[in-house]
């Protein structure tokens, strides 16, 4: 209790003598504050570009060999309240974030980041927004005990309580939600058009992750830093136009529909009263936020039965199954399934998607064992023959993601929600398959003629309706 009192007391000498204090008193004050917190021996940072921008007095605080927590001190104003930005769905503000990239490159696993009033605890590591404090006070009750050193060398760190995947999503659909609606007041656009502009933020954050984009020349992650960069400098004109035209080569290089032209779209985004503090913010956000599971979590929201359809788990389909167990090279090409997303939900797509390509592996490997066959019979085989048997391979073997997407599903929706929501995933997990087999990415699959409007009735409901009810004998 003692010591939380002298925190208090601390605390409110720093802000009370705050016109008078200098560089040397901020560095005077962090120290005692740590040692207050035990910690008796610290490291300071050598002043960095990034320390010096922020006004930081930075130390590296050890415990052991395992674990080491960068300590920022910086001065009142430089940090917006926490709970504000909970309440915005973001987990950065403009100098935490650039704190907590700074802690990164200095391979510190933890960054504490204070102005002895409003202070943040993320995990370095992953972004995570561990603990946070609007006041001396919270920060006394919530982030006192678990960043003393004894507590530290106990484990504190370890078994601090990570945010659940609900709460990450809730919080990044209520971001969503704050754009499409500052879109739509901006531009008059329908919710659809507002919606998309988000989904393309959601891609290019999942790209950066998992960056299949290898071309020369073609450096998304830089491009977007330097975007995101201007948009936080003093001279931020032209971002707008700048992300039309990122979108732009994204379509025209990369062939993906997602980010097809749309002039109303660019007309908005070209402003830069909309484009620079939705780019700003969207920076301020974990990558945690973009996983698959997390984005498709953050759908979970409206009527239950979309709800429904976000949770539920691909149901066993044995007709389905039997027609992918028996398709043979001969009819690979035309094998083609139907998903309905009013029955069997969005993690059907991903799914069934997988079971098509594992049925063209399997089938591959049948193809290269045909024709090692071939050509152990053939003692001398020239090039033509080789060309011939090239020829004969299936064209879902030369490509099988893009096959499975172009020639070998089709997904029925009944609302733009559901299409929406779909196509979302449905980019998400092709860059996936494509980063997880390290295959050569040439360009995106014409995904937008995978999606159907749903028929009153599908061939599926048709054979139920005829087959008519088992009778007692049928069973």
Not at 84 to 105: I, M, P, Q
Not at 299 to 325: C, I, S, T
Not at 328 to 338: C, G, M, Q, S, V
Not at 392 to 415: I, K, N
Request: aromatic residues 10%; proline residues 4%.
């Amino acid at each position: 209790m003692e010591s939380s009192h002298e925190i208090a007391k601390l605390c409110e000498s720093w802000w009370g003598k705050l016109a008078d204090n200098t560089k040397e008193d901020q560095h005077r004050f962090a120290e005692q504050l740590l040692n207050l917190l035990g910690w008796g021996t610290v490291t300071p940072i050598e002043s960095k570009p990034v320390l010096a921008h922020v006004g930081s007095a930075s130390y590296v605080l050890r415990s052991g060999a395992q674990i080491a927590v960068a300590a920022h001190f910086v001065m009142p104003g430089a940090l917006d309240p926490p709970s504000s930005l909970t309440k915005r769905g973001l987990d950065f503000c403009d100098t935490t974030r650039l704190l907590v990239n700074e802690t990164r490159a200095l391979n510190v696993d933890y960054a504490f980041i204070t102005d002895l009033y409003r202070s943040y605890f993320y995990d370095a590591r992953t972004d995570e927004l561990l603990m946070s404090a609007d006041s001396p006070a919270e920060f006394r009750r919530d982030m006192a005990d678990p960043l003393r050193q004894a507590d530290i060398e106990s484990g504190s760190l370890e078994q601090l309580r990570r945010p659940p995947r609900t709460e990450v999503a809730r919080h990044l659909h209520e971001w969503c939600h704050y754009w499409r609606e500052t879109i739509v007041a901006h531009s008059g656009l329908a919710d659809d058009a507002a919606f998309l502009v988000l989904d393309r933020l959601l891609v290019l954050r999942y790209l950066f992750e998992h960056d299949i984009l290898k071309r020369t020349g073609w450096r998304l992650r830089r491009r977007f830093a330097e975007l995101v960069g201007k948009a936080f400098s003093a001279d931020s004109r032209g971002c707008g136009r700048v992300l039309c035209g990122l979108f732009h080569d994204i379509w025209f290089d990369w062939k993906a529909d997602l980010f097809a032209a749309e002039p109303a779209i660019d007309a908005v985004l070209e402003k830069d009263s909309v484009a620079v503090p939705l780019l700003k913010e969207s920076a301020l956000h974990s990558r945690t936020k973009f996983s698959i599971a997390t984005i498709l979590e953050s759908f979970n929201y409206g009527e239950a039965a979309e709800k429904a359809r976000v949770r539920m788990v691909p149901d066993a389909n044995e007709d389905r199954e039997g027609y992918l167990a028996r398709q043979t090279l001969a009819a690979i090409d035309e094998a083609h399934i139907e998903i309905d997303l009013a029955d069997e939900g969005y993690r059907a797509i991903l799914h069934w998607f997988d079971n098509l390509v594992a049925m063209y592996e399997r089938l591959d490997v049948e193809f290269e064992r045909q024709a090692a066959q071939g050509a152990a019979c053939m003692p001398e085989i020239d090039l033509f023959e080789w060309s011939e048997i090239a020829a004969r391979r299936p064209q879902a073997l030369t490509d099988r993601l893009q096959h499975a997407v172009e020639r070998g599903m089709t997904v029925y929706y009944s609302t733009p929600r559901q299409l929406r929501t779909a196509r979302l995933m449905l980019y998400l997990h092709l860059i996936s398959r494509y980063h997880q087999s390290k295959q050569r990415f040439l360009s995106f699959p014409k995904i937008e003629a995978v999606f159907e409007r749903r028929p009153r009735i599908l061939e599926v409901d048709r054979k139920w309706i005829f087959q008519g009810q088992p009778s007692e004998f049928d069973e």
